[in-house]
Nanobody, 112 residues
Framework: QLQASGGGLVQAGGSLSLSCAASSSAVRFVAMGWYRQAPGKQRELVATTSSGGTPNVADSVKGRFTISKDNAKNTVYLQMKSLKPEDTAVYYC????????WGQGTLVTVSS
């Protein structure tokens, strides 16, 4: 089970930190990622962390988003800064590629 939290309403240029708690300790053994789905668009992968913790982010969020994980807490984090209205979406975490059941996600709304 994946429980994302930390979303909210923020003005453009602001910051938010998201957390995703997994019920499985397998987080430490698999690649995890943050995905997002904007209204009317397909879900896209924006950041990944390998099983060893190596991060990677999509070009659209490079320099603004940072992914990390805490294996002891079975939790994956996404720190977001310099947010833009186009970052508005529901954010989810899952394995990469996605294999676990999707959680509810957390809504991030960036106002201009």
């Amino acid at each position: 089970q994946l429980q994302a939290s930390g979303g909210g309403l923020v003005q453009a240029g602001g910051s938010l930190s998201l957390s995703c708690a997994a019920s499985s300790s397998a987080v430490r053994f698999v690649a995890m990622g943050w995905y997002r789905q904007a209204p009317g668009k397909q879900r896209e992968l924006v950041a990944t962390t390998s099983s060893g913790g190596t991060p990677n982010v999509a070009d659209s969020v490079k320099g603004r988003f940072t992914i990390s994980k805490d294996n002891a807490k079975n939790t994956v984090y996404l720190q977001m800064k310099s947010l833009k209205p186009e970052d508005t979406a529901v954010y989810y975490c899952n394995t990469v590629p996605s294999r676990w059941v999707w959680g509810q996600g957390t809504l991030v709304t960036v106002s201009s």
